[in-house]
C-alpha cells in the first residue's frame, strides 16, 4: 500500500516533469520561474531551506529506520519463522535451592524432548547441550562452547561449512568423538594448520575435526560480538556461535554426563542439564502459535511437570510479527515528521511568494496590459513555487542519500557503533512528489492572488 | 479610410465607499486607422481612465467601445486579455520592461500571451523591430544597462510586435530629456507615417504637437478637437505615406502571421 502510494507520487513527479518540459508553456513557464528565481539566489535558499531539511530528514531517516528494521527481521528469520525454540532457564529462586543441593538441577529433559514429538503439526526436533568448556589442541587453549546437537542442527541454522562436514547420524549413533569447529575457534587453535584430522581435546577427551563452519552472524546484531551494541534482542542477548565446537549429542551425553561444574571465585557450583534448548520446526506458519501453546501445555502438565519456572518458549515469528507492528509504527511516525516537517517548508514557500507578488505587482500589471490572462500569471507563480519546492526536494534528496551513505560511514570509523542504514527508493520519489504537492498547495494562493490584482491598480504600483 | 476606434457615449464610474466618482461621463469619439491622436487635459480629467478603457485594461459602466469590427464593452476578462494581446500596443511612461528579460525577449513578450510558438522566425522578427528602432547592437542587453531613451525603444517594440490596431502612449516622454524626447517622437511619427495608428496622452503641447489631432478633455467630457493642421476632426487623415522616410516597417509587418483583420 505504502509502496503503490509512493509509487503514484513518483510517477506523478516524472509526469509533471516531463509534461513541463514537453509542453511549451510549461517549459517556458519553466523557464521563467528559474530566471526570476535566479535573481534572488540568496532568497531562494533560504526559502527552500526548510524544504531540504524536510526531504532529507525523511529520506535519511527512513534509512535508518529501515535499516535497522531490516537488521531485526533478517535476525529472527535466520532464527526461522517456523520454528519454536524452549530453553532450559536457571529458575528465579536459584540462589536458595543451590545452598542445599550444591548442585543445581533445571531445565528440559529427554522426557520432554520425546514428549514434543506428540505434536503432529512438529517435523524436526533439534535437542542442544550447550555449556563452556575449554578447547584444547596441543598447548592452545580456547574458551568456547560445547554444542551437543545432532545433524539437523545444521539444517535450522543454514550452516556453512568452509571445509570438511557436519555431524552425520552415524557419528551421533555410534558415538564417535568428532567435533565441527566454529570459525572462530578453528582460527585460535589452528591459526597455521588445517585443522581437518586433527584432534582437539574437550576436557579429557579428545576428538577428532572433521569439519569447520564458516563465520556466523550471531543472534541479536550482525557485528561481531566484542562490541556491544545492537539493533536486535534476542531472548539471551547476542549469542556468538564462532566460538562453538560441535559434537554428537550422544557423545556429549556419555563423555560429559549432565552434570557441570563451574569455578567461580573459589567455589564451585554445579548445574545438572539434560537439554539445554530444543527447536521445534512445526510444518506451516500457521501452526506456530497453536504449537507453542501446546509446547507450554506439555511442559506445565502431566506427570513429569516443571513446577518451576526453568524454561523459555521462543516463538521467532511473534518477534517477527511484533517487529512488522513496530516498523509500521515507525512508518507511520515518520510520515508524521516529514509531513510537519513539509507543511513547515511549505509555509515558507507560502510566505516568500507572497512577498514576491507584492514584491511583482508592476510586473504582473505589465503582462497583464501585454495580453497575460489571469491563468497565464497564475501558471507563472505556481510553477515558480513548485519550481522552488522541486529545488529544495533535489537538494534535500542529494542531502539525505549522502547523509545514508555518509553516517553509517562516519559512525562505524569515528564512534566504533555499527548503524545499519537501508536506502529506500521510494522515499525519495515520495519526497519529491510531495515536494510538489507542497508546492502545489502552498503557491496555489499566491498565485491566485497575484492573477486577481487589478492590472491597472497593478501597473501603477511603484 | 476605415474606423479603428469607436466610442459611444462612454461613462466610467467608480465607486468609492459612499461616493461616486464619474470619470467619464458620456464620451463620444472616432478614430480612423492611420490616425494620431494626442490626448490632453489637465489630471482629473478622464485621459487616464479614457485610455485605461481604450486599452481593454478596464471596463466601461455603460456606452459601447467598438474596436475594428469588435465589440468589446461586453467582453469578460479573459477576452480583454485576448483583445490586448492581439490589437493593443502599450508604450508606458516608465517603459515597463521586465527586468528578467533581454531586449529580444522583452520585444517577445506580447507574442507569448498570444500562445504563439517561439521560434527561429519570430526571433528574426523580434531583431528586425529592434533594428527598427535602433538597438540592432543591443539584442542581449537587459533592461538595466540601457538609458531611458533606449528602454522606450524597446517599448516601442514590444508594442509593435503583435501588429495592433492601435498603439496606446501613455507620456511615452514624460521621464525623457527634451533631446531623447524628440527622438522618441521622431520614431512614433515615423510609425504613424508607416500607418500605425496611434493614441498618445501628453500634457505637454509640444510633445502633442507632433500628433495630427489633439483631443482636450475636461472633467470627463471631450472639450475640444482639433486637427493639428486646422482641418476639422470629420475630414478624413490624408493617406499615410511611410515611403519618404525609407521606413521598413512596412516590410517586416508582412512577416506578422495574420494580416491586420480590418484592411481593406
Redesign the interface.
Known amino acids: 500500500m505504502n509502496h503503490l502510494f509512493s509509487l503514484f507520487l513518483g510517477l506523478l513527479y516524472l509526469l509533471i516533469v516531463l509534461a513541463l518540459l514537453f509542453w511549451e508553456r510549461g517549459r517556458r513557464s519553466f523557464l521563467l520561474a528559474i530566471r526570476s528565481l535566479w535573481l534572488h539566489k540568496l532568497r531562494l535558499v533560504l526559502s527552500v531551506l526548510g524544504i531540504i531539511i524536510g526531504t532529507a530528514a525523511v529520506i535519511s531517516l527512513t534509512a535508518f529506520g529501515e535499516g535497522s528494521m531490516q537488521d531485526a527481521l533478517d535476525d529472527i528469520k535466520r532464527q526461522g519463522a517456523t520454528n519454536i525454540m524452549i530453553r532450559s532457564l536457571k529458575p528465579p529462586d536459584d540462589s536458595s535451592t543451590q545452598r542445599r543441593t550444591m548442585v543445581a538441577h533445571y531445565g528440559l529433559s529427554y522426557t520432554d524432548y520425546e514428549r514434543f514429538l506428540t505434536i503432529s503439526t512438529v517435523t524436526r526436533r533439534v535437542p542442544m547441550r550447550i555449556f563452556a568448556q575449554e578447547i584444547r589442541y596441543l598447548e592452545r587453549m580456547h574458551n568456547g562452547r560445547v554444542v551437543g546437537t545432532v545433524p539437523e542442527y545444521a539444517e535450522i541454522n543454514q550452516l556453512e561449512l568452509a571445509a570438511g562436514r557436519f555431524l552425520t547420524e552415524d557419528d551421533d549413533y555410534y558415538m564417535k568423538n568428532v567435533a565441527v569447529l566454529g570459525s572462530k575457534t578453528a582460527e585460535r587453535l589452528f591459526p597455521f594448520n588445517d585443522p581437518i584430522n586433527q584432534t582437539v581435546r574437550l576436557s579429557q577427551h579428545f576428538y577428532k575435526v572433521v569439519g569447520v563452519l564458516r563465520e556466523r552472524m550471531p543472534f541479536g546484531s550482525p557485528q561481531p560480538a566484542d562490541s556491544s551494541s545492537g539493533g536486535g534482542t534476542s531472548a539471551q542477548g547476542i549469542e556468538d556461535f564462532n566460538n562453538d565446537v560441535y559434537i554428537p549429542l550422544q557423545t556429549c551425553k556419555v563423555r560429559f554426563g549432565e552434570k557441570v561444574f563451574i569455578r567461580q571465585s573459589g567455589s564451585r557450583s554445579g548445574e545438572q542439564v539434560e537439554l539445554s534448548q530444543v527447536t521445534l520446526t512445526v510444518e506451516d506458519m500457521d501452526k506456530v502459535r497453536p504449537a507453542g501453546e501446546v509446547v507450554k501445555d506439555i511442559l506445565l502438565s502431566g506427570p513429569n511437570r516443571h513446577y518451576k519456572n526453568d524454561f523459555a518458549v521462543t516463538v521467532p515469528l511473534d518477534r517477527l510479527q511484533e517487529a512488522e507492528r513496530a516498523k509500521d509504527r515507525f512508518t507511520r511516525l515518520l510520515v508524521l515528521i516529514a509531513s510537519i516537517s513539509l507543511v513547515v517548508g511549505g509555509i515558507g514557500i507560502m510566505n516568500i511568494m507572497l512577498a514576491t507578488v507584492t514584491e511583482r505587482t508592476r510586473e504582473i500589471g505589465i503582462r497583464r496590459a501585454l495580453g497575460a490572462k489571469r491563468k497565464d500569471i497564475t501558471l507563472q507563480f505556481l510553477v515558480e513555487a513548485v519550481v522552488q519546492t522541486n529545488v529544495g526536494g533535489l537538494a534535500g534528496v542529494i542531502l539525505g542519500v549522502s547523509l545514508v551513505y555518509f553516517i553509517p560511514f562516519f559512525s562505524a570509523e569515528v564512534m566504533r557503533t555499527y548503524l545499519p542504514a537501508k536506502l529506500d527508493p521510494f522515499s525519495i520519489f515520495l519526497s519529491l512528489g510531495v515536494a510538489v504537492g507542497v508546492g502545489v498547495a502552498f503557491g496555489l494562493y499566491p498565485a491566485i492572488r497575484a492573477a486577481q490584482l487589478d492590472p491597472i491598480e497593478a501597473l501603477r504600483h511603484e | 479610410m476605415a474606423t479603428i476606434v469607436s466610442l459611444n457615449d462612454l461613462v466610467k464610474n467608480y465607486y468609492l465607499e459612499s461616493v461616486v466618482v464619474r470619470a467619464l461621463r458620456g464620451v463620444t469619439l472616432t478614430v480612423d486607422e492611420g490616425d494620431f491622436v494626442a490626448l490632453m487635459g489637465p489630471s482629473g480629467s478622464g485621459k487616464s481612465t479614457l485610455l485605461?478603457l481604450l486599452?481593454c485594461?478596464?471596463r466601461a459602466t455603460s456606452g459601447q467601445y467598438y474596436l475594428g469590427d469588435e465589440d468589446v464593452s461586453e467582453m469578460d476578462?479573459?477576452q480583454l486579455?485576448?483583445i490586448?494581446?492581439?490589437y493593443i500596443g502599450?508604450i508606458?511612461q516608465s517603459y515597463?520592461?521586465?527586468?528578467?528579460?533581454t531586449v529580444i525577449e522583452n520585444i517577445e513578450?506580447?507574442l507569448?500571451?498570444?500562445?504563439r510558438?517561439?521560434d527561429a522566425e519570430t526571433k528574426r522578427f523580434c531583431a528586425e523591430l529592434a533594428d527598427l528602432v535602433g538597438l540592432a547592437d543591443r539584442l542581449d542587453h537587459r533592461p538595466m544597462q540601457l538609458s531611458g531613451g533606449q528602454q522606450q525603444r524597446v517599448a516601442i517594440a514590444?508594442a509593435l510586435v503583435?501588429d495592433p490596431h492601435i498603439i496606446l502612449a501613455d507620456e511615452p516622454t514624460g521621464n525623457l530629456d527634451s533631446k531623447t524626447s524628440e527622438e522618441i517622437m521622431k520614431l512614433l511619427q515615423k510609425l504613424n507615417q508607416t500607418g500605425k495608428t496611434i493614441i498618445m496622452v501628453t500634457h505637454e503641447t509640444d510633445i502633442a504637437a507632433w500628433a495630427r489631432r489633439a483631443v482636450r478633455m475636461r472633467d470627463g467630457l471631450v472639450e475640444s478637437d482639433l486637427r493639428n493642421d486646422g482641418r476639422p476632426p470629420g475630414d478624413p487623415v490624408s493617406s499615410p505615406d511611410g515611403s519618404q522616410n525609407g521606413l521598413a516597417a512596412e516590410n517586416i509587418m508582412q512577416h506578422l502571421p495574420h494580416p491586420t483583420p480590418y484592411s481593406n
Open positions: 485605461n486599452g485594461l478596464d476578462d479573459d486579455s485576448e490586448r494581446s492581439k502599450f508606458f515597463n520592461l521586465l527586468p528578467q528579460y513578450v506580447p507569448l500571451y498570444q500562445g510558438k517561439l514590444r503583435n
